[in-house]
């Protein structure tokens, strides 16, 4: 099986486990990696043993540096969880990785102090460097992998959180956009409009673009293109909060809204009651008009 | 041939589409329509659409010259019932109809043509009893 090398770092594994763990484990405190409280004490110490241990296993089963092998296989697994646990957490990929890295130095003093062969020495050091700075590199790729896994979570939750359709009243939607429109949440929106405009037999729906950070001509294309959808239904619509700023950009840039567009969605849901033929009276009045019929 | 029936409700015409539409169906459709627009002096047409689940540019052009012959000829046409995803497909076609008048189902498009034919009735300062029909 093993070369010379692996002899070597099995053998220092084996032998000076103890050693290296501590070496290990004073000098990831001494760089602070408890610092932040993401991490306790005693599960930092479990995962520098667990790793350590599945190290001399891998180390004794396989020859070169290979490290896809069978044999790396339950490492890498552990490694992997490692990383995906601290990017959950929130380290930084230094932090992270370093916990792979900060092994060098125990191991290469374990490495020196095993034999008085300098040329043996030098081969194991290497090999022991190539392994490590593998190893470190997957973590890395894990870490980065499950960030990304995150980000895409996300998005997707946000895309689904920031397009609700709302009813206001019999009759009457409100769908407040939050966040820049494009093409991909204008489908989304799109289609929980119309949805919603069938199941509730809407007749008027208002759009309201007070969350909208910008109104660019795209902006608007995909805007004009759901109120036309909407408008094939059957229903009309309504855009209201177009804030002052973005009013004087859109008009600098030429866009134009052919739509009923109201300052605020008060005054949007004031004109879809008007539509259906209903209307907001304070009580007073009502009672007023209860009173005496109405006025002539 | 296959024709799609065109029913005479008083002073409207009603159209429910429930075979899939293909290109000579459609022409023959707006021809018929025409002739009885034409002949019963109807004031308004409307085509249900709800049965459609496929509408390519071709019918959809089709509904904008209903629409455009119809209006010559002193008709409004609704279109009712149609799909969210009939609808988002010809938005998407660039087909935005708007020259054709749209309701939610049959019973609001015919409230839509009532009332037209009601404003017309007050316009010429006479009941029509086409409309008691």
Known sequence: ?296 | MERIPILKMGAALLVTIQVDMHDRLAMALEEDLTAKIAGNASKGVLIDISALEIVDSFIGRMLDNIAAVSRMLDAETVVVGMRPAVAITLVELGLALTGVKTALNVERGMALIQRRIDADVVDRGELDDRSAE
């Open chain 1, 1 to 296: 099986m093993a070369n010379q090398t692996d002899v070597t770092l099995f053998k220092v594994l084996g032998g000076q486990e103890h050693a290296i763990l501590t070496d290990w484990q004073n000098l990831l405190k001494a760089g602070g990696a408890l610092q932040t409280g993401r991490i306790k004490e005693a599960e930092l110490d479990t995962q520098c043993k667990t790793f350590l241990s599945q190290l001399r296993a891998s180390v004794g089963t396989d020859g070169g540096v290979d490290k896809s092998g069978n044999s790396y296989s339950s490492l890498r697994s552990m490694l992997g969880d490692i990383s995906r646990s601290r990017a959950v957490q929130g380290f930084s990929p230094t932090e992270t990785a370093g916990f792979v890295f900060s092994l060098k130095q125990p191991l290469f003093n374990a490495i020196n102090k095993s034999s008085d062969d300098a040329a043996t020495k030098a081969a194991s050091i290497w090999y022991t460097s190539l392994l490590l700075d593998e190893l470190g590199l997957y973590t890395i790729d894990v870490f980065a992998k499950t960030r990304e896994e995150i980000i895409a979570r996300q998005t997707r939750e946000i895309s689904e959180l920031s397009t609700p359709v709302v009813k206001l009243w019999d009759g009457i939607l409100a769908l407040p956009v939050i966040g820049t429109l494009d093409s991909e949440r204008t489908q989304t929106i799109m289609e929980n409009l119309l949805q919603a405009i069938v199941d509730q037999g809407a007749e008027i729906a208002i759009i309201d673009i007070t969350g909208v950070p910008t109104v660019d001509t795209l902006t608007a294309q995909h805007l004009l293109k759901t109120i036309a959808a909407a408008r094939l239904m059957g229903a009309d619509c309504v855009i209201s909060g177009i804030r002052p700023q973005i009013a004087q950009t859109m008009v600098h840039l030429g866009v134009e809204l052919n739509v009923v567009s109201k300052a605020n969605l008060a005054d949007a849901f004031a004109l879809a009651l008007a539509r259906v033929n209903k209307t907001v009276v304070s009580v007073k009045a009502l009672s007023r008009v209860q009173k005496n019929g109405p006025a002539e």
